[in-house]
């Protein structure tokens, strides 16, 4: 195994946050070499490709949070890159229905975040002007959020890499090889795949549902550990498309730590509903019965998950037994569509999300961004990371530069 050559920053991950980390570094530093490494065969091939193609709104997240300034900030900068790039989006907007009188407080406390986070453009609205947005959909009420859409982000992430390799021919996207350990030097750092070494400056590591690995091996000691949260979704007939004419939205209940069930009209045509939330046996397993024992092992013996479970055990069966009855989950979706029947969904795809759980069963609900030594890492890049990556780049670009001294 013989060592590449030098580059100035090795880039671990090849989903959106990767990505446009590696374009805003290159913008800022045109003459850097940059080296990003994937394990897969292509971009994007987990979170970033497997969402559901929200342009979230910054709607939901405590004001003042990384998540907040991130989201708004990032879905502004999101859809000027799609309009200058012309990748196809479209600003939809959505509606959050409240279907129960005692919602209505929750809808107060979501609609103020939504003002302190300056989201663009909502306002709350009765059922009749819901009703004139969704005619489908039985409320009491809700928030109209206009700058809501849809993207496809995986159309975004290989335009990202298409500009980082035309601004530095000498860049490099690396598929197929996945980071074995890490060695660092008094000047360099030698990162070892399963197929070369390479020699870097510095490095930094976005790997989503392996960031808790990657950090190990990179002799980062983390008391959270990810744990993966499969979701799987089912998608409207084509006669029944017509009920949804936007994204449809629940009011997130705070005793459970998922946002719910909810309606996108999806950028290239289908309508998907879902996700639920269920423990995976298999970090990057997108089918029910999908099993890996080393990520099985991982989570069923840390603490973290049993006290998830625990806490939230109703919640938990709920999703389990909606993941095996197209029936009951039929159920939740007539909550906001009630004319909707089991003729009316058809079984989708699914998605794998990575959640880091600290030990007493709580989610580490914002982002975090850590240093060490010659590296920075993404250790959780939770929704809206996906709207938010060009903020986030640009977070960590900054990071880099004051961290690694670039100068």
Known sequence: MSLKKRYDIGIVGGGIIGVATAYKLQLKY?????????????????????????????????????KAKNCVNGRRQLVDFAKKYNIKHDICGKVVAAVDTEELPRLERIFKNGMANNTEGIEKISANQLADIEPFVKSIGGIWVPCTGVIDFSDVTNMLAKLVLGRQPKSKLVFGEEVKAVNHGSNTSIVVTTKNKYQVNHIIFSGG???????????????????????????????????????????????????????????????????????????????????????????????????????????????????????????????????????????????VRAMLLKEDGTMEEDFKIIYHQKSIHVINAPSPAATACLAIADTIRDMATGYFNLG
């Not at 009951?328 to 004319?339: E, G, V, Y």
Request: with cysteine.
């Open 30 to 66: 045109p003459h850097f070499r940059i080296i990003l490494i994937e394990k897969e065969d292509q971009l994007a091939a987990h979170q970033t490709g497997n969402n559901s193609g929200v342009i979230h709104s910054g709607l939901y997240y405590k004001p003042g949070s990384s």
């Open 209 to 351: 549902l392996e960031s808790d690995r990657l950090a190990k091996k990179d002799h980062v000691y983390l008391k959270e550990r990810i744990v993966g949260f499969r979701g799987d979704y089912y998608k409207l007939s084509e006669s029944a498309k017509t009920k949804v004419k936007h994204l449809i939205y629940p009011l997130p209940n705070p005793a459970f730590p998922f946002l719910g069930v909810h309606f996108t009209r999806m950028i290239h045509g289908d309508v998907e509903c879902g996700p639920n939330a269920v423990l995976t046996f298999k970090r990057e397993g997108y089918g029910k019965k999908d099993f890996n024992f080393k990520d099985t092992y991982d989570a069923l013996t840390y603490s973290g998950t049993w006290n998830l479970l625990f806490n939230h055990g109703r919640f938990a069966i709920n999703e389990y037994q909606r993941a095996f009855s197209k029936k009951r989950f039929l159920s939740t979706l007539q909550r906001l569509i009630p004319s909707l029947s089991l003729k009316d969904i058809e079984p989708g795809r699914s998605g």
